[in-house]
């Protein structure tokens, strides 16, 4: 059968390697080109696909769609058995996994003998979530019967799309402003020239290699670690004219625009984010970095509670007039004892655990939540909400020049205030005063939030164990400033 296929993306088809990074700007054929290369390894040999994205709570959300359109326009629906949830090769036995990564973790743990994994829309995926899924998807030793597994062979591939955002993202940290080798580490430089020669020879001319210098190429090969390649609409020979009229309005427009959508530039911030100027500012100023914690003192929390949606706790330890914000959690679906637990584990010296307003109603389970904070043994605050969220705001902003965060620990939680954005005007296109509150960055800006507002004078409070929202002011404290790179 005869397949369209974009040059540019061959390598996925012929030349094995651990991590196959594209990324990019829009009309580069990034998802469909994967979706194609994907179908026709599976009509090859036996294989367990993965498809992952970071956030997938139902299978529309995923590319499942992707696949199984490109499937009826290859002809191969007599091929494979689609389901609404899985797909699956009739011929050759290979299937295809949907996945989310955030708050599955176990099941991604359990996950075994995964010959090719696909992350789309990657630049969404947690620092937390490439560090189960690396290790996660393992082949198997050299001397097993069933082979090393991947689709050559050689063991499991991850395969990596997305079109960048911003440069803090996790994902473009790893791969494209600190990319991996693109061998395995005992592969010598003079072997690695020698190899990119060869090989460049090879797909310009007909050569033909002796027996020695074969085994060399392929062992070389072999060990092949990363490729990364940035593609975009002009390595597209099918870019369709709807699209390039778009790209060439945009391109007249405004040249950043056409960068960051077209050509896959970062942005320095996200349209329409909330704390912007405040995040530049920590970041000029180096208050966002790694930083030692001082295991002997306090820590503070402050949360964000959900149960369908997330809850998001913020640690933060004061210094003098400064907040150093240590760690940060969040997850799903999980109640009360989990994530007490989760503090029992990380062995701090707790203080107050501030709560929003619905920790003394709303439940994750058959009792408050400030009730099981209590009953094990942690005093916990609870931080009155105002009616308007611009207060909110408002409050977190007040404070943000005295925080510092650990870039490490803290890493989804910065995600999360980077990327609280305002809402768009369906009607007009223009940003509203109110935040987005349907997304998955939400419930770590409200957890901020709590932290802010709870920035209060204690005794202007009617009650010693909640704060209401008026004056704030910021926590006092006699310790000198301990924390440092």
């Given at each position: 059968?005869?397949?369209?296929?974009?040059?540019?993306?061959?390598?996925?088809?012929?030349?094995?390697?651990?991590?196959?990074?594209?990324?990019?700007?829009?009309?580069?054929?990034?998802?469909?080109?994967?979706?194609?290369?994907?179908?026709?390894?599976?009509?090859?040999?036996?294989?367990?696909?993965?498809?992952?994205?970071?956030?997938?709570?139902?299978?529309?959300?995923?590319?499942?769609?992707?696949?199984?359109?490109?499937?009826?326009?290859?002809?191969?629906?007599?091929?494979?058995?689609?389901?609404?949830?899985?797909?699956?090769?009739?011929?050759?036995?290979?299937?295809?996994l949907f996945l989310g990564l955030r708050y599955n973790i176990d099941g991604i743990k359990s996950l075994a003998f995964i010959d090719i994994a696909w992350i789309e829309e990657a630049k969404n995926v947690s620092k937390a979530s490439w560090k189960i899924l690396g290790p996660t998807i393992r082949g198997r030793p050299?001397?097993?019967?069933?082979?090393?597994?991947?689709?050559?062979?050689?063991?499991?591939?991850?395969?990596?799309?997305?079109?960048?955002?911003?440069?803090?993202?996790?994902?473009?940290?790893?791969?494209?402003?600190?990319?991996?080798?693109?061998?395995?580490?005992?592969?010598?430089?003079?072997?690695?020239?020698?190899?990119?020669?060869?090989?460049?020879?090879?797909?310009?001319?007909?050569?033909?290699?002796?027996?020695s210098d074969e085994q060399r190429f392929q062992t070389i090969r072999s060990k092949r670690y990363s490729i990364i390649k940035k593609i975009n609409y002009q390595d597209n020979p099918w870019f369709p004219d709807d699209l390039r009229a778009e790209m060439e309005q945009s391109r007249a427009k405004s040249i950043d625009e056409y960068l960051e959508v077209w050509q896959g530039n970062t942005k320095k911030v996200l349209d329409g984010a909330i704390y912007a100027d405040e995040i530049?500012?920590?970041?000029?100023?180096?208050?966002?970095?790694?930083?030692?914690?001082?295991?002997?003192?306090?820590?503070?929390?402050?949360?964000?509670?959900?149960?369908?949606?997330?809850?998001?706790?913020?640690?933060?330890?004061?210094?003098?007039?400064?907040?150093?914000?240590?760690?940060?959690?969040?997850?799903?679906?999980?109640?009360?004892?989990?994530?007490?637990?989760?503090?029992?584990?990380?062995?701090?010296?707790?203080?107050?655990?501030?709560?929003?307003?619905?920790?003394?109603?709303?439940?994750?389970?058959?009792?408050?939540?400030?009730?099981?904070?209590?009953?094990?043994?942690?005093?916990?605050?609870?931080?009155?909400?105002?009616?308007?969220?611009?207060?909110?705001?408002?409050?977190?902003?007040?404070?943000?020049?005295?925080?510092?965060?650990?870039?490490?620990?803290?890493?989804?939680?910065?995600?999360?205030?980077?990327?609280?954005?305002?809402?768009?005007?369906?009607?007009?296109?223009?940003?509203?005063?109110?935040?987005?509150?349907?997304?998955?960055?939400?419930?770590?800006?409200?957890?901020?939030?709590?932290?802010?507002?709870?920035?209060?004078?204690?005794?202007?409070?009617?009650?010693?164990?909640?704060?209401?929202?008026?004056?704030?002011?910021?926590?006092?404290?006699?310790?000198?400033?301990?924390?440092?790179?």
């Amino acid at each position: 059968m005869e397949v369209k296929f974009i040059y540019a993306l061959s390598f996925l088809l012929s030349d094995p390697a651990r991590y196959k990074v594209l990324y990019g700007g829009r009309g580069g054929g990034k998802t469909e080109g994967i979706a194609i290369a994907l179908i026709l390894f599976a009509r090859t040999k036996r294989l367990r696909i993965a498809c992952f994205r970071e956030f997938q709570n139902k299978i529309k959300e995923s590319v499942h769609s992707v696949i199984k359109q490109k499937i009826i326009d290859l002809g191969l629906e007599h091929e494979f058995k689609i389901t609404d949830t899985g797909i699956e090769c009739l011929t050759t036995g290979s299937e295809f996994l949907f996945l989310g990564l955030r708050y599955n973790i176990d099941g991604i743990k359990s996950l075994a003998f995964i010959d090719i994994a696909w992350i789309e829309e990657a630049k969404n995926v947690s620092k937390a979530s490439w560090k189960i899924l690396g290790p996660t998807i393992r082949g198997r030793p050299a001397d097993d019967p069933r082979g090393r597994g991947g689709p050559f062979g050689l063991g499991p591939e991850i395969w990596v799309s997305f079109n960048p955002e911003l440069d803090d993202d996790e994902t473009y940290k790893m791969f494209i402003l600190n990319p991996p080798s693109d061998f395995n580490l005992d592969v010598t430089p003079e072997d690695k020239d020698w190899f990119y020669k060869v090989k460049d020879l090879m797909e310009n001319s007909e050569i033909k290699l002796n027996e020695s210098d074969e085994q060399r190429f392929q062992t070389i090969r072999s060990k092949r670690y990363s490729i990364i390649k940035k593609i975009n609409y002009q390595d597209n020979p099918w870019f369709p004219d709807d699209l390039r009229a778009e790209m060439e309005q945009s391109r007249a427009k405004s040249i950043d625009e056409y960068l960051e959508v077209w050509q896959g530039n970062t942005k320095k911030v996200l349209d329409g984010a909330i704390y912007a100027d405040e995040i530049r500012k920590a970041i000029a100023e180096e208050r966002i970095k790694k930083f030692k914690c001082d295991t002997s003192k306090p820590v503070n929390t402050f949360w964000d509670l959900g149960h369908s949606d997330k809850t998001a706790i913020w640690f933060t330890q004061t210094a003098g007039m400064e907040f150093y914000h240590i760690g940060y959690y969040e997850n799903r679906l999980q109640k009360m004892p989990h994530y007490i637990k989760y503090l029992q584990d990380t062995g701090f010296i707790f203080g107050k655990m501030y709560l929003p307003h619905d920790g003394d109603s709303e439940t994750l389970s058959n009792v408050t939540p400030k009730k099981q904070l209590t009953d094990a043994g942690y005093k916990v605050v609870i931080v009155d909400r105002p009616a308007k969220k611009f207060v909110g705001i408002n409050a977190a902003r007040s404070v943000f020049d005295l925080c510092n965060f650990d870039e490490e620990n803290c890493a989804d939680g910065l995600t999360c205030l980077r990327r609280y954005c305002y809402k768009v005007n369906e009607e007009t296109g223009h940003f509203s005063k109110e935040p987005d509150h349907d997304t998955p960055w939400s419930h770590g800006a409200d957890a901020f939030q709590t932290f802010a507002l709870s920035l209060k004078s204690e005794a202007n409070s009617k009650k010693p164990d909640r704060i209401k929202s008026n004056k704030i002011l910021p926590f006092r404290s006699s310790s000198v400033g301990w924390m440092g790179t």
